[in-house]
Structures are given as structure tokens and as C-alpha cells.
């Protein structure tokens, strides 16, 4: 099988909650492995929704992420970054310090 992703995930299969735009409360789910880029997450059920959130240790860090594949109830995620309009985490056309990261700015003038 060839290697797709961008960085090499770190298996954690640590507990971590899902919440969804409009919907009350949170969703159990396992983070089964993590990059800078993205994250393997294994839920109970299927997840229909395009885009939510997952925190670990009572929202203390929240990740928006972007499903990018789904198979059952696993599914692969990209972590999307938040300023003024939606962007890919390895987006590198925005100035960002993220997950201990620094990554170049291109700002305007």
C-alpha cells in the first residue's frame, strides 16, 4: 500500500469528545493516531457531519477538523485552521504558530 499523507501519524489511542455545529453536548471517540496534519478517529457510530470539532482533557485544546475519508466508523481528518476563512493545516500561505509549530507569514502590506 503507498503512503498518502503528508507526515508520518504517532499512534496515541487516547479518548478524546467530538462536538458538532448546532448539536448539545459531546461524542466519545478514540484518537487512534495524530500528526501535525491530521488524525485517525475510530467512533462508535458513523459520522455524517463534513466538519467538527475534537478536544481532549475537557476542551482545554480543540481541533476543527475536515473529514478527508470515512470506512465504517473510522474516519481520516485533516485539522482545518481558523482566521478569517477556512484553511488546511499544512496551508503554509497564512502566518500561524500551531501545535508548537511556527510556520513562515506572508502578510500584506
Known sequence: MVERRAMERIPINRAA???FGGLSGTHPCVVRDISTLGACISTPYYIFASEF?????????TFTCRVMWRKETLCGVCFVLRHSSPKLANDCSNTTTWCGLTTNHVLPL
Do not use: G, Q, T
Open 17 to 19: 469528545r467530538l462536538s
Open 53 to 61: 470539532a475534537l478536544s481532549f482533557d475537557e476542551h482545554s485544546e
